[in-house]
């Protein structure tokens, strides 16, 4: 299946900080990429889309401010956590859906990002 | 408002045994199911999908039947192994590819 890296896998820092977690599809280009929240034992849920070359659609209740994403290229989506706080402490997955064929049909995940606010 | 649910939070199943991971959805108009599985502090994986003009699809273990009528559908794992003991999410979407949206996942334990 397609690869997407996403990185770093863990992130500590101290409130006020920004933070950034880069989101890269390996072997395929990727049209649009999504970037997921996920709470402990709850579902992911979707923060934004992103479409490279434009700027990304957020979800009702996600601030765009806070969490700045860039789609500057066909394989790279960053999202960006703004003066992080400790609520903002949280597992955000990112997924890349695929440009042609099978994978247009398809999001492939990255591992995930682990943010600590202290 | 989730529009996918995963009524079993949890499914414990013997080794060699069928795993059944059941979802239902609400939007009349979500016309391609996905299936992921996901370990612990990792992204979720692909596993299977369907679309909306079939009602069965099989690779390998793996079996997801589609009941439109009923907005359901299921994932049927056999033989069950120890390696399959992870959290299952199915996910749903509209004019394929999408946004998707996700159950809240069953977390399946396949005992030795």
């Known amino acids: 299946g397609a690869v997407v890296s996403q990185h770093p896998s863990r992130v500590i820092c101290k409130s006020g900080t920004s933070v950034k977690i880069e989101c890269r599809s390996l072997?395929?280009?990727?049209?649009?990429m999504f970037w997921y929240r996920q709470f402990p034992k709850q579902s992911l849920m979707l923060m934004a889309t992103?479409?490279?070359?434009?700027?990304?659609?957020?979800e009702q209740g996600v601030e765009k401010d806070k969490f700045l994403i860039n789609h500057a290229s066909l394989t790279l989506s960053t999202l960006t956590v703004t003066s992080a706080h400790p609520e903002d402490s949280s597992f955000y997955i990112c997924?890349?859906?695929?440009?042609?064929?099978?994978?247009?049909?398809?999001?492939?995940f990255g591992a995930g990002t682990r943010l600590s606010v202290l | 408002d989730q529009q996918v649910k995963q009524n079993s939070p949890s499914l414990s199943v013997q080794e060699g045994r069928i795993s059944i991971l059941n979802c239902d959805y609400t939007?009349?108009?979500?016309?391609?199911f996905l299936w992921y599985k996901k370990y612990p502090a990792e992204g979720p994986t692909f596993l299977i999908s369907?679309?909306?003009?079939?009602d069965k699809n099989e690779d390998g273990r793996f079996t997801v039947f589609l009941n439109k009528s009923a907005k359901h559908l299921s994932l049927h794992i056999v033989p069950s192994q120890p390696g399959d003991s992870a959290v299952y999410f199915c996910?749903?979407?509209?004019?394929?590819?999408?946004?998707?949206?996700f159950g809240t996942g069953t977390s399946l334990t396949v005992i030795p």
């Open positions: 997924s890349a859906r695929g440009y042609r064929g099978e994978a247009k049909n398809i999001q492939y």
């Open positions: 996910a749903a979407s509209a004019n394929t590819g999408n946004q998707f949206y």
């Open positions: 939007n009349s108009m979500f016309d391609y």
């Open positions: 992103s479409n490279e070359g434009s700027k990304a659609t957020y």
């Open positions: 369907i679309s909306s003009i079939k």
């Open positions: 072997d395929f280009q990727a049209t649009t």
